[in-house]
C-alpha cells in the first residue's frame, strides 16, 4: 500500500509474525528503470517473504523489473491491475488495465521468461465498462495462459470515471461470491481473496471457498492481529510475544 507499507512497517509486521508474507509498496517500472532504484528496492532481510509490487505494462520493462526483484532478493514479484488513480491510468499502469487483458499477458508472460520468482497478478473484478463476468473470465484466462497461476483479487470493480482512489476502495460493492465463483471455475488457480476482511472470523470462511486472503487496511490500522495469525493459520504454537517485545525489537531497526 503507497505510503503506507514501507519498509518500516513491513519490520514491524514481520516481528508479529514470521509467516504472513508481506508487499511492498507499488513502484513503477519508469521509477525502478530510471530512478533510484536503490533506493525504491531497499528493504531488509528481516522482512522476508516479502513480495515486490509492480505497477507498469511494458513487457521489456516489466521483464526487466522482474530480473531486478530477483537481484534483490525478493520472494515474489506482482504486477498491479488495481490501482485507480488517475495518474498511473495516463500510463496504463494499475487498474485500467482490467480494460487491456491481452496486454497484461503479454507482460506477465516477458517477466516469468525473466525470473524464476513466482508472478502473480492482483486486480479488481471489474472497471467500469469491463465488469462483466464474462470480460472477468477472460482475463484471468488470457493471465493464466500466460503462465500467472496465482491472483489476487480485490471483490470488488473500480470505477475509473469519477470514483477518487479512497472511494474505489469503499464505494462499489464487494461481490466475494465472484471471488469464490473463479475458484470453482479455475480450481487449478491459487485464487486470494482480498477487500474489506477484519477479523479472523471472516478470514476463515473466505478460506473454505479461496487459497488466501490478504488483508490490507485492517493490518495496517489494527497490526496487533498479526500477532495472532501464526499460530491461528500456519499452525504455529501460540507466540509469547507481548506489545512491549514487540517494541523492544523495533529497536535496533530504529537505533540504525
Ligand atoms: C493507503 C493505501 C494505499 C494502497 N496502495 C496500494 C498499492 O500500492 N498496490 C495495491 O495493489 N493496492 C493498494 N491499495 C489497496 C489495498 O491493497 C487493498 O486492495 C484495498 O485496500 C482493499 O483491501 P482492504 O479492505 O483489506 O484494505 C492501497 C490501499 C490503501 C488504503
New binding site residues.
Partial sequence: ?????TSHFRYLARQLSRHALL?T??VTTGALIHGDTERFLRHEPAEYPLAL?L?GSDAGELAHCAKLAEQFGFDEV?L?V??PSDRVQNNMIGACLMGHPDKVAEGVRAMIEATSLPVTV?HRIGIDGRESWDDLCEFIEKVAAAGCRTF?V?ARIAILEGLS??EN?DVPPLKYNWVYALKQKYPELEIII?????TFDECHEHLRHTDGV???????NNPWLLASVDSTFFGSPESPLTRHDALRAMYPFIQS
Fill in positions: 500500500m503507497m505510503d503506507w507499507t508487499y509498496e507499488m509490487q505497477g506482482n498491479n488495481g490501482c492482483k489476487i480485490h482512489p479512497k476502495r482480498n477487500g474489506g476482511i477484519k490478504m488483508l490490507g487496511r485492517e493490518a495496517y
